[in-house]
């Protein structure tokens, strides 16, 4: 039986199945700071780039800043083609990082 505490692994890149542990471990274990870096160690985001907002809030998280959601959401909503995920990801970024510009 599953702990109902385990929260589901969600999948952020739907072109090439990509999840957010996988994105987040290969940012963290290989010190990646841009997307490109990201889709060439992992694929995510190789493919419609929908997920490219997502990846950036990633890599915000792991560097501990945080970019405007506005800034994020001007430089990538065009391409968010999965609606309903921004908000949740959103709400689980950590609101104690200072926003840096």
């Known amino acids: 039986m599953k702990d109902s505490a385990i929260e589901i692994d969600e999948t ?3 072109c ?3 999840s957010e542990s996988t994105i987040r471990s290969c940012i963290e274990s290989n ?3 841009t997307i490109e870096e990201v889709t060439q160690a992992c694929e995510a985001g190789g493919g419609c780039h929908s997920c490219h907002i997502l990846i ?3 890599i915000d998280e792991y560097l501990k ?3 405007p959601i506005e800034t ?3 430089a990538h909503a065009g391409k968010v ?3 309903g995920i921004l908000g949740r990801f959103f709400k689980k ?5 200072p926003v840096t510009k």
């Open 72 to 74: 994020l959401v001007t």
């Open 56 to 58: 950036d809030l990633f």
């Open 81 to 83: 083609k999965k609606r």
């Open 31 to 33: 010190n990646l700071t």
């Open 93 to 97: 970024f950590t609101a104690d990082v």
């Open 16 to 18: 090439l199945q990509v």
């Open 65 to 67: 800043k945080s970019t």
């Open 12 to 14: 952020i890149c739907l």
